[in-house]
């Protein structure tokens, strides 16, 4: 008997179809299916900043080289960020203003209300409540018996986590996950049924914010996120300017959530498929520190962002024209060998290992990094305290998406340390 | 060479003959000199190689270019004598710099 095979399972190589204006990255069907890689090594090498003319989400460019993503993302007056930073348009009767989206001086103003959370001197105090759930949620798990990573250690990880930040009601932790999983959700992923539902259950996320706001407005808490935005001198208002509002609580939600969840699986992927890196790990455990970024290099749970030219202008040869929707590729810079030595092996203990783009550079860099690379510190120091090896047992799920790069399941069995 | 004197957050001081044309970020790396990630290695774009000059250093290492301004801006642990060590380039007047590192890197 001979399994059938689904049309999406096989797909054509990028090596064979003509490099034209019809090359198209952006299929969620890629990501997938992990089939990517081949496409942009290819435009790396011949066109790494290609233009084309036709997909779902209209025509733009794709730029795919290091120093040609550094490029656009340090300089913002020329690639805009205003209405958008991923390749799919908002629709125009729906839009959600959010900071990561605008560009200064509003973007400046706002940005600078939030990043207190994520400063160091925070973070430090956040270190033990982090390590505390993380212990009790590691303690809980059943070892020699198959389970899934995403749902028990990665989500509920990053989402206790955020439930922290914003002094969210805990019991209702799993709503963020939710709405986090529902702003970035595309109708074939099958998250939700339609746009309708899409905007009912934002709109249900808005009417929970908004009244937390207005609480923490008359009873201020100790230094969390929506006591942040409710005392703010930019966004003190924002409540009144509920679309606002929302798109920034999304950005927020989206932003500690999906990435550092997909990461926190990505680790495990990544040292399965290299046992060698595992067994130096096992070896010297203070190898953590530099696994790290590399685990987020590795992953780049976001696959791109995007810009929109503002001028007529020039870029490693092509010229691009105001207006035009240019796509970052980080998932690419990632593997750029002209830059990033062994690219495409993943190497614990490498000599740089922040020296990557999975964070993007300039004034929109991630504003978490820090947050994001202590949890899976944490966690991986706990992990390695307590189990020999984190076995995956059978085919990882990934997430129909080229901008969420992630997993939706990953079953392992658990090996206890000898 | 012109002397640069870092100084820990702890207070460890350690001095290094600097190049002229490097950048103070590079002679910090380059001497295994803590403090400084230097994520972006130097493209004044992510603002991890924070250092606060000495005051009477001030006028002798230049103003901040637009481009790093707005990076500095980014960080809520600015202090008026906030700059990006790789905006830096050693010049023989700079012979005796102090260079005090930050708590934190972002």
């Excluded at chain 1, 080289?65 to 930073?85: C, P, R």
């Excluded at chain 1, 699986?265 to 790990?281: F, H, M, S």
Aim: proline share 5%; with cysteine; charged share 25%.
């Amino acid at each position: 008997m001979s399994e059938a095979v689904k049309p999406e399972d096989t797909f054509v190589d990028p090596y064979s179809i003509p490099l034209d204006s019809k090359f198209n990255v952006a299929q969620a069907t890629l990501f997938e299916q992990d089939a990517q890689w081949g496409y942009f090594e290819r435009l790396r090498a011949e066109s790494p900043v290609h233009y084309c003319d036709e997909s779902e989400f209209g025509a733009y460019w794709s730029v795919t080289k290091y120093k040609d993503i550094m490029y656009v993302d340090t300089h913002h007056d020329i690639f805009s960020s205003e209405g958008g930073i991923v390749i799919a348009d908002q629709d125009e009767d729906f839009t959600l203003p959010m900071f990561i989206a605008m560009d200064p001086p509003v973007h400046d103003d706002q940005r600078r209300v939030v990043s207190p959370v994520v400063q160091p001197i925070n973070l430090a105090k956040l270190e033990g409540t982090i390590r505390e759930r993380v212990v009790g949620l590691l303690d809980e798990l059943p070892i020699g018996e198959e389970f899934d990573w995403v749902d028990r250690i990665s989500i509920e990880l990053t989402t206790q986590m955020l439930a922290t930040l914003f002094d969210f009601p805990f019991e209702d932790r799993r709503k963020l996950t939710r709405w986090s999983d529902v702003a970035t959700a595309n109708e074939d992923m099958g998250i939700i049924d339609s746009e309708e539902q899409r905007r009912e259950e934002l709109f249900d996320c808005l009417n929970t914010f908004s009244e937390l706001f207005r609480e923490r407005q008359k009873n201020p808490g100790n230094n969390d996120l929506i006591t942040m935005l409710a005392h703010g001198e930019a966004t003190k208002d924002m409540v009144d300017r509920p679309m606002e509002l929302l798109g920034n609580i999304i950005l927020l939600i989206v932003g500690g959530n999906d990435t550092t969840r997909n990461s926190i699986t990505g680790g495990v992927v990544a040292l399965n498929e290299n046992p060698a890196e595992y067994e130096k790990l096992r070896k010297n455990p203070a190898l953590i520190n530099s696994m790290v970024p590399e685990i987020i290099r590795w992953q780049t749970p976001l696959a791109h962002m995007r810009r929109r030219a503002v001028v007529d202008t020039e870029l490693n040869g092509q010229k691009i024209k105001a207006g035009d929707k240019v796509v970052m590729w980080y998932v690419s810079g990632n593997r750029d060998e002209e830059e990033i030595e062994n690219a495409n092996q993943f190497i614990i203990d490498r000599a740089k290992p922040r020296q990557h783009v999975a964070f993007g550079f300039g004034i929109h860099r991630c504003m978490g990094n820090r947050l994001a690379e202590m949890q899976l510190r944490i966690v991986w120091e706990e992990i390695m305290k307590r189990f020999e090896f984190v076995e995956v047992v059978g085919k990882p799920e990934r997430i129909l998406s080229s901008f969420v790069k992630g997993y939706s399941k990953l079953p392992v069995v658990l090996h206890a340390k000898k | 060479m012109p002397k640069i004197t870092y100084i820990q957050f702890d207070g460890t001081e350690s001095s290094v003959d600097a190049a002229v044309g490097t950048t103070v970020m590079n002679n910090a790396l380059d001497n295994l000199i803590p403090g400084i990630d230097a994520d972006c290695g130097g493209e004044c774009s992510c603002a991890t190689c924070h250092v606060l000059i000495d005051e009477n250093w001030m006028t002798k290492v230049g103003q901040p270019s637009e481009a790093e301004e707005s990076m500095l801006d980014l960080n809520p642990d600015r202090a008026s004598n906030s700059r990006l060590s790789c905006q830096i380039n050693v010049s023989e007047e700079m012979d005796g710099l102090i260079v005090n590192l930050p708590e934190f890197q972002y």
